[in-house]
């Protein structure tokens, strides 16, 4: 048994069933785990390393349900362009990439992630090169100390995306069953998890990639991760091509809605959509920031909620928002509600519970992260108050996250029980190392790509 660590809070919000706000709290760690946790100071008899953090907020390490880790390098690349155009540019940057190039993004990614209190990534990756670019993925994110959800999904058809980045179906999925064998010490100790799926049913997936991900992933007992209805452009491709009026009832249709679903985007669903989405079992990742960028659309976000679909929040890739910081997606989630005409507005809470405990109930993984329980495992962030101007008048702690709190109020940031960042620096990491290596390999792919200034 390690030695334990007892931090003392100025105020944990635990996101627990019962939602109870400690203040001041105190949470006692050991191998990992929360062992203990109370209202007031630690008691003596709490054995272990103190960690005063009574000018700090502790809450759950916020869940990034959605996005696409190898944007790091082309942020910018592709601005101002139409939709289609933007996502063939995207798809095209697979044809210059190499592994160091994925294994470089996702730790850059992945930093940017953890020093902003984000301690789950789960990475909808699409682009494919065998099981080499996920090995390189993984390799980076889960190097710097964060814990990875990887959905390798696939491409079988399209006009955008270029026939090197196609799959056959039995390829796409043995490298799925790779991965698995592969890493089964970190899938077992919960700090990666696997997801198949198609990538765009409809776009750039077919039916029958879909249905058969969808089965695959029922029989490894496994999730999926699917960008669903996120554009007009993808709405009206499915029903030309398949007469259905919307992208979900088509998927229900394949077979290819079941719980452990992660349905990203979801931007234009019609009320059915989402009395069916919910009956599924389906789960839908909201990405606002990346909605508004790309002029998508506003999710049905309350809707979504009150029908009693789980809703979680992604940042969407760095070329379609510019970062990766989750307080800025959720601000921007909970005031974008506002303007959707025809919709309550969503409330501090509910955005809370969308980047904790709901990202965590997404991946199946409520029962390890998501809140800060006796039994969980230690994924935290310490949050600095009344340190500067931004930060002082706070009433309604609440709120204060919601609207007010910023990446570099992050402080301290624990992954499964292990300091990852200390007075808002990443732990173990060349972090100057990794920034000018991640500068050379960005400008070296634009010139390959041929739209470098």
């Not at 105190?26 to 960690?51: C, H, N, Q, Y």
């Not at 507005?345 to 955005?351: A, D, I, K, V």
């Not at 301290?412 to 290596?437: F, H, Q, S």
Request: net charge negative; glycine share 12%; aromatic share 4%.
């Amino acid at each position: 048994m390690t030695a334990g660590l007892i931090i003392d809070a100025g105020t944990i919000v635990t996101m627990d069933p019962a939602e109870r706000i400690l203040s001041p709290g105190w949470l006692e760690i050991r191998d990992g785990s929360i062992v203990a946790m109370g209202a007031g100071t630690s008691p003596r008899s709490a054995k272990g390393t103190r960690f005063d953090a009574r000018d700090a907020v502790g809450l759950p390490g916020l869940v990034n349900a959605h996005t696409h880790l190898f944007q790091t390098l082309i942020r910018d690349l592709y601005d101002g362009l139409p939709f289609t155009e933007w996502l063939r540019g995207i798809y095209h940057v697979g044809r210059a990439m190499d592994d160091e190039d994925w294994r470089v993004a996702a730790a850059l990614g992945a930093a940017e992630a953890l020093l902003a209190g984000a301690t789950t990534v789960v990475d909808h990756q699409f682009l494919q090169r065998g099981t080499a670019w996920s090995e390189a993925l993984i390799d980076g994110a889960m190097g710097v100390g964060v814990r990875l959800a990887l959905a390798r999904t696939a491409m079988d058809s399209g006009i955008l995306a270029p026939a090197e980045a196609l799959e056959d179906e039995a390829t796409a999925l043995a490298a799925i069953d790779t991965l698995l064998d592969s890493h089964r010490g970190a899938i077992g100790s919960g700090m990666l998890r696997l997801l198949g799926g198609g990538n765009t049913p409809g776009v750039s997936a077919s039916g029958a990639l879909t249905a058969a991900a969808a089965r695959h992933a029922r029989e490894r007992g496994i999730g999926i991760s699917m960008h669903v209805a996120e554009s007009t452009t993808v709405l009206e491709a499915v029903r030309s091509a398949t007469g259905f009026e919307g992208v979900v009832p088509w998927l229900d249709g394949l077979g290819a809605l079941q719980p452990g679903t992660i349905a990203a985007h979801a931007v234009h669903v019609s009320a059915d959509e989402i009395v069916l989405l919910a009956r599924r079992g389906v789960a839908v990742a909201h990405n606002p920031v990346s909605n508004l960028f790309l002029g998508d659309g506003i999710a049905p976000v309350a809707e979504l909620l009150d029908a009693g679909v789980v809703v979680a929040l992604g940042t969407d890739g760095a070329s379609s928002n510019g970062t990766q910081d989750p307080w800025e997606n959720l601000k921007t989630a909970v005031l974008v509600s506002r303007v959707r005409g025809n919709s309550r507005w969503l409330t501090p809470r509910e955005g809370l519970l969308m980047a904790t405990i709901n990202g965590a109930r997404a991946l199946g993984m409520a029962d390890l992260i998501g809140s800060l329980e006796v039994g969980k495992r230690a994924d935290i962030a310490l949050v600095e108050i009344g340190h500067a101007a931004h930060a002082v008048g706070t009433h309604d702690i609440r709120s204060h996250l919601v609207y007010c709190a910023r990446a570099a109020d992050v402080r301290t940031v624990l992954v499964d029980g292990r300091v990852v960042v200390d007075d808002g620096r990443l732990v173990g990491l060349d972090v100057p190392g990794l920034l000018a290596e991640a500068r050379g390999r960005a400008t070296a792919l634009a010139q390959r790509l041929g739209v470098s200034d």
